[in-house]
């Protein structure tokens, strides 16, 4: 465990045992959304290859047009 991780649950530690309950569910809740959108991008992988394939076979024709973000 790194010392920032640990200081972090020394410092809930010494909150009230609701706030310490808290403090893990939201914890558990991010590690767990983490883990869905890993799987989702392993899910995806071909996917978003051929999207891939194809933008470059677009920009390569000459087909794409470089914006800035607030020419979106």
Request: glycine content about 8%; proline content about 0%.
């Given at each position: 465990m790194?010392?920032?991780?640990?200081e972090a649950f020394e410092r809930a530690s010494e909150r009230p045992e609701n706030l310490q309950?808290?403090?893990?569910?939201?914890?558990?809740?991010?590690l767990a959304g983490e883990a869905r959108w890993d799987q989702t991008l392993v899910e995806?992988?071909?996917?978003?290859?051929?999207?891939a394939e194809e933008a470059l076979k677009e920009y390569r024709?000459?087909?794409?047009?470089e914006m800035g973000f607030d020419q979106l």
């Open positions: 790194t010392k920032l991780l640990t309950d808290e403090f893990a569910r939201q914890l558990l809740e991010e995806s992988g071909d996917a978003i290859d051929k999207m024709a000459g087909k794409t047009k």
